[in-house]
């Protein structure tokens, strides 16, 4: 089992930019396709992006590409480069890890079997 860790939320203003991290303990990433959701307050939780296990393959919500940005580089963080923020970005942001050997980057929380307990991510305008 894998226990996950978000980290690097916080304050920013509109156009600006953050990383999160997400770190891993227990087990190695590299057993896992991850994804990183968010959830505003009111809302249901929401698919912000995915990278497959060997990194090859990335999936972004329509609402994030182009600003966010998803990687691995070894095997126990994954990270999500934010810019451009704006206002409506503002929520939790949750990493989740995928065992299955079948997916590639799902975009469907019910596929994510492990979450970390999230970092509050405010955006002002």
């Known amino acids: 089992q894998v226990q996950l860790v978000e980290s690097g939320g916080g304050l920013a203003q509109a156009g600006g930019s953050l990383r999160l991290s997400c770190a891993a303990s227990g087990r190695a990433l590299i057993r896992y396709d991850m994804g990183w959701f968010r959830q505003a307050p009111g809302k249901d939780r929401e698919f912000v992006a995915a990278i497959s296990r060997g990194g090859i393959n990335t999936v972004y919500a329509d609402s994030v590409k182009g600003r966010f940005t998803i990687s691995r580089d070894n095997a126990y963080t994954v990270y999500l480069q934010m810019n451009s923020l704006k206002p409506e970005d503002t929520a939790v942001y949750y990493c989740?890890?995928?065992?299955?050997?079948?997916?590639?980057?799902?975009?469907?929380?019910?596929?994510?079997?492990?979450w970390g307990q999230g970092t509050q991510v405010t955006v002002s305008s």
């Open positions: 989740a890890a995928d065992p299955s050997p079948y997916s590639s980057g799902s975009t469907l929380l019910k596929d994510y079997d492990y």
